[in-house]
């Protein structure tokens, strides 16, 4: 077991200078590669052969998930990254209604600084058609969390049936047992049509929170996942809202500062995950560390976390659970097994 996996580590390692090379012009291909991957390991009974080993089996006190973007319509099968080393599967950014997102390519990706820029804008499925894909895979034995947020464009009292639209299509789905409103993704249009709402979504917090509470049953948690763009003010501001009725907070989102040292050459547009946002992830997270002290509030860090010494910083600074994507890309899943064997 130990064997296959290290094989499949080390095959990565050596293709990935060639996946790059080939999906240059369009790294999002890469991704579809991946996803058509998982699928064929699924459906061929292979994936707990291939990818279950003995670290999977520790208990490294704190949980791995994937972040929001890895499995955005749920098809890779939760098994699937369950045997890769995640304790959690996280769906989405899931909208109510089906969403093209901004045409391909649309994600730029720097590997001489293990970042990326995405504006994809949140394409997706719909609710309903991501909730009957996760029913194919039956019990999967590992719990789900559905990263939400309301098809963009809407404004008002449609982007509250937007969401209730999404909760209502995934609420029964087996193990889903959180849900995380993305209040802080910097590629969704405004209602003037200007790319980033986070702003307008900022404003409507308080309903937002309301509607995903109404709707949700008693044992599923809430979080919000915000912003690493986000001034002390801001934080403040959002706690103030939304803390008596979160269970806490994912730090964080892709950020729209786009720091020469890790984007030499800006596409203009998107937001910047890998080391790009590591730096603004680390003091957003502390902020909130800092500001929700005494509280029940829980913290997932995420963005940027790609080593141990990185893990252990943003542990140290309140987080229960870690996210991870970008570095995935860059490290291969190995990096996962160094996690958890991580004490």
Not at 33 to 58: A, C, I, M, P, Y
Not at 202 to 230: A, E, R, T
């Amino acid at each position: 077991m130990n064997l296959a996996r290290e094989t499949f580590d080390y095959l990565y390692d050596v293709t990935r200078p060639l996946i790059f090379e080939l999906t240059e012009k369009d790294p999002g291909t890469a991704h579809d590669w991946f996803v058509g991957f998982s699928q064929f390991l699924h459906f061929t009974g292979l994936e707990k052969f291939v990818l279950d080993n003995k670290s999977n089996q520790r208990n490294s006190g704190f949980k791995i998930s994937n972040a929001a973007g890895l499995n955005k319509n749920g098809n890779i099968p939760p098994t699937f990254l369950k045997h890769l080393g995640f304790d959690r599967v996280v769906v989405g950014t899931v909208t109510g209604d089906s969403y093209e997102g901004n045409p391909r390519p649309n994600i730029e990706r720097y590997p001489e600084t293990e970042s990326l820029v995405n504006w994809l804008g949140l394409p997706g499925i719909g609710a309903e058609k991501v909730a009957q894909q996760l029913n194919i895979y039956g019990n999967y034995g590992v719990p789900l969390t559905i990263n939400l947020m309301s098809t963009p464009g809407k404004e008002g009292d449609a982007i509250l049936r937007d969401l209730e639209k999404t909760i209502l299509a995934l609420r029964d789905v087996y193990d889903v047992d959180r849900w995380e409103l993305n209040i802080s993704c910097p590629n969704t249009h405004t209602k003037n049509g200007e790319i980033d709402a986070r702003k307008e979504y900022k404003k409507q917090l308080g309903d937002m929170i309301g509607m995903v509470s109404f709707c949700s049953h008693d044992d599923q948690d809430l979080y919000l996942k915000v912003s690493p763009d986000l001034t002390e003010s801001d934080i403040e501001s959002i706690i103030s809202v939304s803390s008596k009725f979160i269970d806490g907070f994912t730090a964080t989102n892709t950020t729209t500062h786009h720091n020469k040292k890790y984007i030499p050459k800006s596409p203009g547009k998107g937001g910047g995950s890998g080391d790009a946002v590591y730096e603004d992830a680390l003091r957003v997270q502390r902020l909130f560390h800092e500001k929700i002290k005494g509280t029940n509030l829980k913290l997932i860090a995420v963005g940027g976390i790609s080593s141990v010494e990185r893990l252990k910083e943003r542990m140290s600074l309140g987080a229960e659970e870690v996210q991870i994507f970008t570095p995935l890309i860059f490290s291969g899943p190995r990096l996962l097994r160094e996690f958890r064997n991580y004490k």
